[in-house]
């Protein structure tokens, strides 16, 4: 399996009539790129219909989230009329689990509080009730329109781009963005942020090998927790930078991006915001920050806008 610029290409066509081309914002951290205003509130609706649109109708499919994939693939399902199986941790955000439920998916709670766990997990079972498997990150159609499509439009939007930093899980919008960036302008620097009890691709990146499991941890940040993809791994080595952040960075970051920009970012979504804020990128005029996602549990969000006032 691999991505390419036509696969990408194609990819940004289709979704052209299908996902929203977000808007680009001015910012003390750089130019953010706002896909918290994305259909379903994240990115990952991209490579979710992306991925739909090259399956059989009427398919059924299943996967694991943690939330925003489940979402975006459950909104896909429903335009194409097909039913999906969405299985998530037990720790899943409340209000990305009530987002899945209301757009028609059934939503499974694993056993398990992690990730990983919960992927293993829920590929069997969907294997033993024949559903479609659609990866979160691990696919190459997943991958040209989550982060692919997304790529084409930064270079769109800002052409004098020299940065593009990107908050990292399993890798899947960050190798559809390298892919991209790769082909079209190579010299710009690409940085992926991890959360700093779960660095998977940093880890891999020190051991040459790629991490793919790792245990949970306690985080409200479940866009960030679990292991790296395979495929993503081979994609992005030699050709990206690592940051990580603490969860406490990932709050101030949120607080940060609702009082100067009045806009809404769950934990995950605001993980690049956190590093440059935080000092670990450099940053200026022509850096892209990515703010991934907005959905969160109005608590979460409470939480971190009190402990800014609290601090004050």
Known sequence: MTVTLQAIEQAAIYLRDHVAKTPVEA???GVLKLENRQV???FKVRGALWKLARTAPGTAVAAASAGNHGLGLAYAARLRGAAATI?????VDAAKARGILALGATLVRSPHAGYDDTAAWGAERAANDGL????AYEDPDIIAGNGGSLALEILDQVPDVDTIVVPTGGGGMLAGVVTAVLARRPAVRVVAVQHEGCPALAWSLARGQVVTHTEPFDTAAGGLEGGFGALNFEIVRGHVDTATVSEAELFEAM????DEHREVAEPSG???IAAVRAGRVDAGPRTVVVVTGRNVARATLVRALQEGRDAT
Do not use: C, D, E, N
Request: proline content about 5%; glycine content about 4%.
């Open 27 to 29: 910012s003390a951290v």
């Open 40 to 42: 379903t509130g994240s």
């Open 87 to 91: 299985y998530v941790p037990s720790t």
């Open 132 to 135: 479609s498997w659609v990866s």
């Open 255 to 258: 607080r940060f991006l609702w």
């Open 270 to 272: 605001a993980a690049a």
